[in-house]
Each structure stands twice: as structure tokens, then as C-alpha cells.
């Protein structure tokens, strides 16, 4: 539920980012209701007024991340000359963010494995990310120069490296991601 000037309500926005924190460090369906409209500072019936399940929280969370990630590629491709460049400044961004500090892996992944029915409202959301994703990323991979075939190979290794990074040594796995894209650039 937005403001009169269209924007979300700052009681809103408080609820997506505290849920966000928290689903994120600690996992969704570990974390009740209660403790997200503590974190966010406001009452049960504001929390229900904006979001009328869990779920729907959920969902609005990862949105938010959705239009994150988005943003953050649309800036690196404005920032860039050409798709290689492009591709480099994102797999340096996803080196940086699988060597941040509480680094907890893919948000969506970890979505995914708590929601496993592929119709659920949150693995749908999950999945129209992912498609969305996976778009960019085949786009971008032949403008690069990597072979059509070969495209998807971007979304995996995305995903290998976003699981590697929380359960191996950050920096060994950002070293594996950047050589591996660089050798199919070639």
C-alpha cells in the first residue's frame, strides 16, 4: 500500500527491509511474523494492513531484491563500453558481494529450497526473477562473443558461485567465477 503521493509508506518500507535483514541472515520460515514487526518498529495491524500473510511479505522481499538487482545491472551497463566490459563489472560485483561481510548466499536460491512447490506464489516470484535473469544474462553473453549454446552457462555458474561462496572460502570461489568467464569470453 503506497502513500497519496504513490510511494510506498515509510511503515511499509520498514517492514520490507527489517524482513529482509532478517529472512536473509536467518531464513524465512525460521522467522515469525512477530519478530519482523518488532524489527520494523510498528503494530500487528499496520503490519496487516500492508501485507495480509507472511507470504506476502515474502514476496515483497523478494521483489525489493529483484529491483536491486536490476538496478545494479542497469547502472554497471551504463557504466560500461561494451558487453565484455559489462560482464567483467558484473562478475567483479558478484565477487564483492560473495566476499561481504554476512554474506548468506542467493536470496532466491534459499527462497526456492523453503518453498518447494513450483506453484506457490513465492516460487513464483522466485521463478520470474530467474527468467528475467536468465534473459539478461543469454543477451549479454552474445553480445559478448560467447557462443548462443553456451549463454545459459552464465546463470550457473552465477548460481555455483553464489552457493560456493557460502560454503567454501569466499576468495577462492570469486578467483573459480572470474577465470571461468574469462575463458569462455575467449
Same mark, same amino acid.
Do not use: M, N, P
Given at each position: 500500500m503506497g502513500t497519496a503521493t504513490g510511494r510506498p509508506s515509510a511503515a511499509r518500507t520498514r517492514l520490507v527491509e527489517a524482513a529482509a535483514r532478517i529472512f536473509y541472515a536467518d531464513g524465512i520460515h525460521a522467522v515469525g511474523v512477530d519478530r519482523v514487526i518488532e524489527e520494523a518498529g510498528v503494530s500487528r495491524a499496520t503490519f496487516y494492513r500492508h501485507f495480509p500473510s507472511k507470504e506476502e511479505l515474502v514476496r515483497a522481499y523478494l521483489e525489493a531484491e529483484d529491483q536491486a538487482i536490476r538496478a545494479n545491472v542497469a547502472a554497471a551497463g551504463a557504466r560500461a563500453d561494451n558487453p565484455r566490459e559489462l560482464l567483467e563489472r558484473l562478475v567483479v560485483g558478484l565477487g564483492d558481494q560473495i566476499c561481504g561481510a554476512g554474506f548468506r548466499g542467493c536470496p532466491f536460491i534459499n527462497a526456492a529450497a523453503e518453498y518447494p512447490d513450483p506453484e506457490h506464489p513465492v516460487r513464483v516470484t522466485v521463478r520470474e526473477h530467474r527468467?528475467?535473469?536468465?534473459? %539478461?544474462?543469454?543477451?549479454?553473453?552474445?553480445?559478448?562473443?560467447?557462443p548462443p549454446e553456451l549463454s545459459g552457462v552464465l546463470v550457473f555458474l552465477r548460481d555455483g558461485a553464489m552457493v560456493g561462496g557460502y560454503l567454501e572460502e569466499p576468495e577462492?570461489?570469486?578467483?573459480?567465477? %572470474?577465470?571461468?568467464?574469462r575463458a569462455l569470453v575467449r
Open positions: 527468467d528475467w535473469f536468465a534473459g %539478461a544474462l543469454a543477451d549479454l553473453a552474445v553480445a559478448a562473443g560467447i577462492a570461489v570469486r578467483e573459480k567465477l %572470474a577465470l571461468t568467464v
